[in-house]
Each structure stands twice: as structure tokens, then as C-alpha cells.
């Protein structure tokens, strides 16, 4: 088992940046695919991001394509998910969400362990 803790959230106008990181405690870092999941109040969790074991691919929906990107550092059990140029509408708890699979998924239901979440508040 592996337990996943977010940080980096917070309050930020349009435009601005964050960074989230999600720290592993546990298992090895390493065998798990991770994704960045999103939850916005009254729908559904949605993929985000997703990143290879080894870090040599990623994924990313189409609302967020080329304003973030995820990435990991396996010697630091650490995933992040760096967000650039945000938009009210990427307003949401973000969830960090490990796989202990060898291919990806952007399904939630792929994924065996979560985080607890960190909220993310775009204003315009």
C-alpha cells in the first residue's frame, strides 16, 4: 500500500501559476503509474495528467493541454503537476492517484490509492 499526500493548492487569480506536489510514503515510488485527478463541486472526477513509471510519457486531457504538465522524481517519491496560465474553470479539489500497473490510464476506476485532495481556487 501506498498513501499519497497533496500540497500546493491554493487561491490564485486567472493567469497565475501553481504547483502542486503529491508525496508517497510506502511502497516503491517507482512501480506506480501516477495521474492528477480533479474534482469541481457538483460533477464528476475528472483526469488530469498522467505520468509513466520511469517518467518518459505523459498524458493530459485536452482542457489542460499545453498550459500543465506533470512530472516526477522517483528519488524523491514525489509527483507534481506544475499549472500554468489557470482559468476559473480549473477551479477544483485536485487529487494525486497512484496505479500499480505498468500502462497508464485516465480512468479513475484504474486506480488502487488516492490522496486526500487539494483545493484549487482560480478567481478572475
Request: charged share 25%.
Amino acid at each position: 500500500q501506498v498513501q499519497l499526500v497533496e500540497s500546493g493548492g491554493g487561491l490564485v487569480q486567472a493567469g497565475d501559476s501553481l504547483r502542486l506536489s503529491c508525496a508517497a510514503a510506502g511502497r516503491t515510488f517507482s512501480n506506480y503509474v501516477m495521474g492528477w485527478f480533479r474534482q469541481a463541486p457538483g460533477k464528476e472526477r475528472e483526469f488530469v495528467a498522467a505520468i509513466k513509471r520511469d517518467g518518459s510519457d505523459t498524458y493530459y486531457a485536452d482542457s489542460v493541454k499545453g498550459r500543465f504538465t506533470i512530472s516526477r522524481d522517483n528519488a524523491k517519491n514525489t509527483v507534481f503537476l506544475l499549472m500554468n496560465d489557470l482559468k476559473v474553470e480549473d477551479t477544483a479539489v485536485y487529487y494525486c492517484a497512484g496505479r500499480q500497473r505498468l500502462r497508464v490510464s485516465i480512468s479513475r476506476n484504474d486506480y488502487d490509492y488516492w490522496g486526500q485532495g487539494t483545493q484549487v481556487t482560480v478567481s478572475s
